[in-house]
C-alpha cells in the first residue's frame, strides 16, 4: 500500500532542478503547495513529504517556508551520502538531523542514505552498521538506497557524468545485490528497521527481482517513485499497474517528479513546468488511481519519443554552486 508520497526528489540541487530558471523556488513551491492540496482532497490522512534535500539545507528549508510550503507538508525529507560524495563525516549523521530540526517542528525522514563498493565491499559493510546505529532510532524514516546495483549498460543521471570521474562510477555501486543478481556482503548486516529506496527505470526488468530480494530482506518499507515525465509515454498506465501491483504487499513512500519535455520551460526533466497546476493534476492522478483505486484518465503521450529516464542517486554535493 501507499503509505506517504514525496513530492519531487532533490529540489534543492540542480540535477534535479533547474533554479537557473526558478532562483528563489518560488515556482517549486507553488507547484508542491498545489499537489499537496490536490493530495489531501482525495485522501486528508495520507502524509505528504517534501522532496529531500541534497544538500541539507536549513537555509533553503527556511526559503520554502517563506513561501508558504511547509504549511502544507507532514514531513521534510533529507539525503546524505557522506562516505561517497558529501563533504562532512558519517559520524556527524545526528548533527545534520538536527540542524533541519532547529528550523521546523516537522518530522524529518531520511529518504535516501547509501554507501557504494566501488572501493571495497567492507566499505559498504562498515557503512551500513554504522548508519543503522546512527539513525534507525533517531528518526521515523531511514530508506537505504539502494537495492540493486545500477546496470552498466545504463547511464547514471548526472550534471557532468565521466568528468566527475570516480563520483561519477560510484553510482553504480550503491546496491546490496550486484547487476548479475549476486548478493554484497553487506547484505548480512541489513536491518529491517530501515527501508529501502529502490527506483525503476520504465519497464524496468529488474521488478521481480527486486520484489524477491525485498521479501527475502524482511523490507516493510519501500521508497519508489513515479516519474510525471514517464506518463506521457506509450504503455504509462500499463507500467505504472504492474509496478504498483507488484509492490503493493509493502508500505510504500511514492516520490513524484520529473518533469515531461514538452511540459517544461525548457524541454528536459529538471525544468519547471509551464503550468504548475499540470504537476498537481498528476499528482491527484496517481492518489486517485493507487490510493483511492479509482479509474483515471491516462496521460496524452506527446512525449512519445523522449529518452527514458534512468533514475538513480545522482548528485555530486561538490560540484554545487
Same mark, same amino acid.
Given at each position: 500500500?501507499?503509505?506517504?508520497?514525496?513530492?519531487?526528489?532533490?529540489?534543492?540541487?540542480?540535477?534535479?532542478?533547474?533554479?537557473?530558471?526558478?532562483?528563489?523556488?518560488?515556482?517549486?513551491?507553488?507547484?508542491?503547495?498545489?499537489?499537496?492540496?490536490?493530495?489531501?482532497?482525495?485522501?486528508?490522512?495520507?502524509?505528504?513529504?517534501?522532496?529531500?534535500?541534497?544538500?541539507?539545507?536549513?537555509?533553503?528549508?527556511?526559503?520554502?517556508?517563506?513561501?508558504?510550503?511547509?504549511?502544507?507538508?507532514?514531513?521534510?525529507?533529507?539525503?546524505?551520502?557522506?562516505?561517497?560524495?558529501?563533504?562532512?563525516?558519517?559520524?556527524?549523521?545526528?548533527?545534520?538531523?538536527?540542524?533541519?530540526?532547529?528550523?521546523?517542528?516537522?518530522?524529518?525522514?531520511?529518504?535516501?542514505?547509501?554507501?557504494?563498493?566501488?572501493?571495497?565491499?567492507?566499505?559498504?559493510?562498515?557503512?551500513?552498521?554504522?548508519?543503522?546505529?546512527?539513525?534507525?532510532?533517531?528518526?521515523?524514516?531511514?530508506?537505504?538506497?539502494?537495492?540493486?546495483?545500477?546496470?552498466?549498460?545504463?547511464?547514471?543521471?548526472?550534471?557532468?557524468?565521466?568528468?566527475?570521474?570516480?563520483?561519477?562510477?560510484?553510482?553504480?555501486?550503491?546496491?546490496?545485490?550486484?547487476?548479475?543478481?549476486?548478493?554484497?556482503?553487506?547484505?548480512?548486516?541489513?536491518?529491517?528497521?530501515?527501508?529501502?529506496?529502490?527506483?525503476?527505470?520504465?519497464?524496468?526488468?529488474?521488478?521481480?527481482?527486486?520484489?524477491?530480494?525485498?521479501?527475502?530482506?524482511?523490507?516493510?518499507?519501500?521508497?519508489?517513485?513515479?516519474?510525471?515525465?514517464?506518463?506521457?509515454?506509450?504503455?504509462?498506465?500499463?507500467?505504472?499497474?504492474?509496478?504498483?501491483?507488484?509492490?503493493?504487499?509493502?508500505?510504500?513512500?511514492?516520490?513524484?517528479?520529473?518533469?515531461?519535455?514538452?511540459?517544461?520551460?525548457?524541454?528536459? !526533466?529538471?525544468?519547471? +513546468?509551464?503550468?504548475?497546476?499540470?504537476? @498537481? $493534476?498528476?499528482?491527484?492522478?496517481? /492518489?486517485? #488511481?493507487? =490510493?483511492? !483505486?479509482?479509474?483515471? +484518465?491516462?496521460?496524452?503521450?506527446?512525449? @512519445? $519519443?523522449?529518452?527514458?529516464?534512468? /533514475?538513480? #542517486?545522482? =548528485?555530486?554535493?561538490?560540484?554545487? +554552486?
Amino acid at each position: 500500500m501507499i503509505e506517504a508520497v514525496k513530492l519531487w526528489n532533490e529540489p534543492n540541487n540542480q540535477s534535479h532542478w533547474d533554479f537557473h530558471i526558478d532562483p528563489r523556488w518560488e515556482a517549486f513551491s507553488d507547484m508542491s503547495v498545489r499537489a499537496a492540496r490536490r493530495i489531501k482532497a482525495v485522501a486528508p490522512d495520507l502524509p505528504v513529504v517534501l522532496g529531500g534535500m541534497s544538500p541539507i539545507d536549513a537555509g533553503w528549508l527556511r526559503l520554502v517556508e517563506g513561501h508558504g510550503l511547509l504549511a502544507h507538508v507532514d514531513a521534510v525529507a533529507v539525503h546524505g551520502f557522506p562516505l561517497d560524495w558529501n563533504h562532512w563525516k558519517l559520524e556527524e549523521w545526528p548533527a545534520k538531523i538536527a540542524e533541519i530540526e532547529a528550523v521546523t517542528a516537522k518530522p524529518v525522514w531520511v529518504t535516501e542514505v547509501g554507501v557504494s563498493t566501488f572501493g571495497a565491499d567492507e566499505v559498504q559493510t562498515f557503512g551500513l552498521r554504522r548508519t543503522t546505529e546512527l539513525l534507525a532510532d533517531r528518526v521515523d524514516r531511514v530508506y537505504w538506497y539502494s537495492l540493486l546495483d545500477l546496470p552498466a549498460t545504463w547511464e547514471a543521471t548526472t550534471r557532468h557524468r565521466e568528468s566527475e570521474g570516480s563520483a561519477y562510477y560510484r553510482h553504480f555501486y550503491m546496491g546490496l545485490v550486484r547487476d548479475d543478481g549476486t548478493p554484497k556482503p553487506a547484505v548480512e548486516h541489513f536491518d529491517p528497521r530501515l527501508g529501502i529506496c529502490q527506483w525503476f527505470h520504465f519497464e524496468d526488468h529488474r521488478l521481480d527481482l527486486a520484489v524477491e530480494w525485498l521479501r527475502r530482506l524482511g523490507v516493510r518499507r519501500l521508497r519508489t517513485g513515479l516519474s510525471w515525465a514517464d506518463w506521457h509515454r506509450p504503455n504509462a498506465a500499463a507500467w505504472f499497474d504492474r509496478q504498483m501491483a507488484a509492490l503493493a504487499e509493502f508500505d510504500v513512500t511514492v516520490t513524484l517528479c520529473f518533469t515531461p519535455p514538452s511540459r517544461g520551460l525548457r524541454p528536459h !526533466h529538471t525544468s519547471p +513546468p509551464q503550468d504548475v497546476e499540470e504537476f @498537481a $493534476a498528476f499528482a491527484e492522478t496517481m /492518489v486517485r #488511481r493507487y =490510493v483511492a !483505486h479509482e479509474p483515471t +484518465p491516462t496521460a496524452d503521450v506527446s512525449d @512519445a $519519443a523522449a529518452t527514458p529516464l534512468v /533514475v538513480s #542517486r545522482d =548528485v555530486v554535493e561538490a560540484a554545487l +554552486p
